[in-house]
């Protein structure tokens, strides 16, 4: 039971462009999600979350925005950079609870 | 100066055997974690420790052990190897033990099991 869907295995996108990664969930009780990073040979690293009480959330060049009626969340990255080229894993978890169910990951390549 | 470690980074062996990854975090979290990326990618909780405290203890077969001798340490432990325990095993670290504490997560062991 796939509770975290990320659709889309692989993204490429030219230096310089928005890159835009998208995660579905199903599970209504979710209301904290997070976005990792992950290059090869390395484990993730925390990028970006957001609360459910917000739907949109900025760092920088990374936003994640929240659609809580279409259960739907997405990170854009802008300017997409060639360090940015890794795999993108959502993640979410319900409210006091202790675990994370993550997506399976989008690999984003960013087009030099 | 790596803050959460695993060691060894590959294992390959014959089924039926017994084999432990370690793991070791230097960063002083109280939470430590074993997570399961399978061969479609799937990043799975298995089992999670607080304090020494087991909290999370999903769904695995009993082959797997996970010990933790102190807060620092969590190592997991499996039996009778199986072709599909084959996969990358990720430890985790977090301050606290709620889902949004963010995690630090160590580089991987892939194992493979012939």
């Known amino acids: 039971d796939q509770q975290v869907k990320q659709n889309s295995p692989s993204l490429s996108v030219q230096e310089g462009r928005i890159s835009i990664l998208n995660c579905d969930y199903t599970?209504?009780?979710?209301?904290?999600f997070l976005w990792y990073k992950k290059y090869p040979a390395e484990g993730p690293t925390f990028l970006i979350s957001?609360?459910?009480?917000?739907d949109k959330n900025e760092d920088g060049r990374f936003t994640v925005f929240l659609n809580k009626s279409a259960k739907h969340l997405s990170l854009h990255i802008v300017p997409s950079q060639p360090g940015d080229s890794a795999v993108y894993f959502c993640?979410?978890?319900?409210?006091?609870?202790?675990?994370?169910?993550f997506g399976t990951g989008t690999r984003l390549t960013i087009i030099p | 100066d790596t803050a959460v470690s695993q060691t060894p980074k590959y294992l390959v062996t014959q089924m039926g055997n017994d084999k432990s990854i370690k793991c070791e975090q230097n960063?002083?979290?109280?939470?430590m974690y074993w997570y399961k990326q399978d061969s479609k990618k799937f990043l799975k909780i298995m089992f999670s420790?607080?304090?020494?405290?087991?909290?999370i203890n999903e769904t695995v077969p009993n082959r797997f052990s996970p010990k933790s001798p102190d807060k620092a340490h969590l190592n997991l432990h499996i039996n009778s190897l199986e072709l599909g325990d084959s996969a990358v095993y990720f430890c985790?670290?977090?301050?606290?033990?709620?889902?949004?504490?963010?995690?630090?997560f160590g580089p991987g062991t892939r194992l493979t099991v012939l």
């Open positions: 985790a670290s977090s301050q606290g033990r709620l889902a949004w504490d963010e995690q630090f």
């Open positions: 960063l002083g979290h109280d939470t």
């Open positions: 420790y607080n304090n020494k405290e087991l909290i």
């Open positions: 993640a979410a978890s319900a409210h006091g609870n202790e675990k994370l169910t």
């Open positions: 599970n209504s009780m979710f209301d904290y």
């Open positions: 957001i609360s459910s009480i917000k």
